[in-house]
């Protein structure tokens, strides 16, 4: 893990302490998840919750967690970045919005599936009864033009 | 909202960083004192001069949100230190992917139905298209690519929504009365 920062040689920083313009250490804790080749992605995490407040959360955390929440948290960054005003919220209520929506639609759907059901099974027990109806219906017109 | 610095009460932000809470303090019409965990979980996570940073980038009728926006993050990732409130998004995704899904089925359904009432000699009827377009195929969002997919899916095992967005719901103590409405 620690080697990925230093693949590009053994002297090359990760993009976090290029960034802060440090020596980057042996254990640094950026490292792992901050490559050099994408300068990016600690630009907008560092600017949205800083890099201190980074270094704590992924202190917090053991390792195994902590390249997922570099992940979640660069996501999250990259939206507060393109929404300033509601980040990755936006992206939650959009979800929250198109649920309800898909839900009423199902229903409407589901509820069109069980009036054409019964209708097909309705049709389908009264065929035989129409025609004796039909059939009862001319007997009769032949005995009233009889009387 | 009305400063807190006006009725000589310093706001949360002021409370919390220990300093006199002036006239016109920035934080003070989000951070009212007696919500000090908003500001505190805020602070936790983005840091106050950051926060400062961003809210002086932005018109002021846009702050409320902005800061409502920041606090159920902040939330979000107290209570889930490593997927914060990217959780509920792969939660939410997962969602509209099922219903999606159910949602093609009972379409598929409903045009059967339609088939089978039209004898096979004659061509089908327009009813056919009509039922499909009815229930139109909704795509799912595609933050993923539109984000950059920096964070892709996430294993969030059953996750209920925990989080209430304070717009969508009714107004509580620590919302605020003229939210962002619908986004």
């Excluded at chain 1, 959360?57 to 939206?79: G, I």
């Excluded at chain 2, 846009?62 to 993050?73: H, I």
């Excluded at chain 2, 995704?93 to 045009?111: F, M, P, T």
């Excluded at chain 2, 920096?150 to 209430?164: C, K, T």
């Amino acid at each position: 893990m620690k080697e990925s920062g230093r693949k590009h040689g053994a002297l090359s920083p990760c993009a976090a302490c290029k960034l802060l313009r440090r020596r980057c250490a042996e254990d640094c804790v950026f490292a792992p998840y901050f490559p050099p080749d994408e300068p990016h992605k600690f630009a907008s995490v560092h600017k949205v919750f800083g890099a201190s407040n980074v270094n704590k959360m992924l202190q917090e955390l053991p390792e195994h967690q902590r390249r997922d929440a570099v992940s979640s948290m660069v996501y999250e960054a990259n939206a507060r970045v393109r929404d300033p005003v509601y980040g990755c919220v936006g992206a939650i209520s959009s979800l929250q919005q198109q649920i309800h929506s898909l839900q009423t639609q199902l229903a409407a759907a589901q509820a069109e599936v069980v009036h054409m059901r019964m209708r097909q099974f309705s049709s389908s027990s009264n065929a035989g009864g129409a025609m004796d109806m039909a059939v009862d219906q001319a007997n009769m017109g032949e005995s009233l033009w009889s009387c | 909202m009305a400063s807190s610095s006006s009725y000589n009460s310093p706001c949360a932000a002021c409370k919390f960083l220990r300093r006199k809470c002036m006239p016109g303090c920035i934080f003070a019409p989000y951070f009212p004192p007696e919500e000090p965990q908003k500001f505190a979980n805020v602070h936790k996570i983005f840091g106050a001069s950051n926060v400062t940073k961003l809210l002086n980038e932005l018109l002021p009728h846009q702050r409320e949100d902005a800061v409502n926006s920041l606090a159920y993050e902040a939330e979000a990732r107290v209570r889930d230190p490593v997927y914060g409130c990217v959780g509920a998004i792969s939660f939410l995704q997962r969602q509209v992917h099922r219903l999606q899904k159910e949602l093609e089925a009972a379409n598929a359904d409903l045009i059967r139905y339609a088939c089978n009432e039209v004898p096979t000699s004659l061509p089908a009827p327009p009813g056919a298209s009509s039922i499909q377009s009815m229930v139109p195929r909704q795509r799912p969002v595609e933050y993923n690519r539109r984000m950059g997919n920096e964070g892709g899916y996430y294993q969030v095992p059953g996750m209920p929504m925990p989080y209430n967005l304070p717009w969508n719901d009714n107004p509580s103590g620590d919302t605020n009365g003229g939210g962002g409405g619908n986004m």
